[in-house]
C-alpha cells in the first residue's frame, strides 16, 4: 500500500483504534508507526508549534499528530491572522541546503554587473520552465547564476548537456541555448570532452531533485520550480550576500 493510502488508513482508523489519553513523544511515535507498517520510516517527530501538536516526517512527507494520537491533519497549516502557510515554510525550512557545499566548479557561471547576489540553478536543456526562468534572470542585474546541467527530462538531454559543458565558455553556451536555441555544436559529430554527468546526476539525487528548475538562493533556501523576476528579487533581498564566492 502506497504511503498515501496508509495516511489515509490511518486518518480514519486512528480515532477509533487508539484510546491514548495523555500520549507522549515515545507513545505517538508507536501510535504512528504502528499505522504505517515497517516499510515505512519516520525520518523526525518534534513539537510543530501550535496546539501542542507533533510535526511527524514520513518518507519526505509532512503530517500533524496531536498529543494525545487521536487526530491528524494532513496538508497544508495556515496561520490565516499572520498570512503564513506554516507548513509550507517548514518544508522550506527542511530542504536548506549549505551553499558552500556545492560543488561550483561543476556548474556554468554567468555573471551580470558586479555579479554580487548569487544563486544556483539546477536546469535540464529540454526543461521549457527553464527557457521561462532564463528570460527571467535577464530581467535581473548583479547577480551570479550557477548552472548544475541536469539531464533528466529526454532521452536527447544528456547530449545536449554534454555540448553545452563542451564548449569554450560553458555559461556563454548555455545562455545561447536556453534563450535562443542555439546548440554550440559538436566537433565530427561527437562532443571531445569528458563532462562529468554521472557527477551532476548523483548530486541532483543528494539533494533529492526531481524536476527543473530547482534554485537555491546564497542562504541555502529552495525555490522548486519557475519564478518571475520579482519573486526573485524579494527572494535574493531575503538571503542576502553569501560569506564566500567562488
Not at 131 to 139: P, T, V, Y
Request: overall charge positive.
Amino acid at each position: 500500500m502506497s504511503f498515501p493510502s496508509l495516511l489515509l488508513t490511518f486518518f480514519l482508523c486512528l480515532p477509533a483504534c487508539i484510546g491514548l489519553a495523555h500520549a507522549d513523544e515515545a507513545a505517538v511515535r508507536r501510535a504512528v508507526q504502528g499505522w504505517i507498517g515497517p516499510d515505512n520510516r519516520i525520518e523526525a517527530i518534534a513539537p510543530a508549534g501550535f496546539l501542542d501538536f507533533y510535526e511527524v516526517r514520513v518518507d519526505g512527507e509532512l503530517f500533524y499528530i496531536e498529543p494525545q494520537g487521536r487526530y491528524v491533519v494532513l496538508g497544508n497549516v495556515v496561520d490565516l491572522k499572520a498570512g503564513r502557510n506554516l507548513t509550507q515554510e517548514r518544508k522550506a525550512e527542511l530542504s536548506r541546503i549549505r551553499f558552500s557545499d556545492l560543488p561550483l566548479e561543476l556548474a556554468a557561471k554567468q555573471v551580470k554587473g558586479k555579479g554580487r547576489r548569487v544563486l544556483a540553478t539546477f536546469e535540464d536543456p529540454n526543461c521549457a520552465y527553464c527557457r521561462k526562468l532564463a528570460q527571467e534572470l535577464e530581467k535581473l542585474d548583479d547577480i551570479t547564476v550557477y548552472t548544475f546541467l541536469l539531464p533528466i527530462l529526454s532521452p536527447d538531454s544528456e547530449d545536449k548537456a554534454r555540448a553545452i559543458w563542451c564548449a569554450k565558455d560553458k555559461g556563454q553556451a548555455w545562455r545561447d541555448w536556453i534563450l535562443n536555441g542555439k546548440n554550440p555544436g559538436t566537433a565530427n559529430g561527437k562532443t571531445q570532452c569528458d563532462a562529468p554527468l554521472e557527477k551532476l546526476k548523483a548530486l541532483g539525487r543528494k539533494y533529492n531533485i526531481t524536476g527543473t528548475p530547482t534554485i537555491f538562493l546564497s542562504d541555502g533556501m529552495r525555490i522548486g520550480g519557475y519564478a518571475p523576476a520579482a519573486q526573485l528579487e524579494q527572494a535574493l533581498a531575503r538571503a542576502g550576500k553569501p560569506k564566500t564566492q567562488r
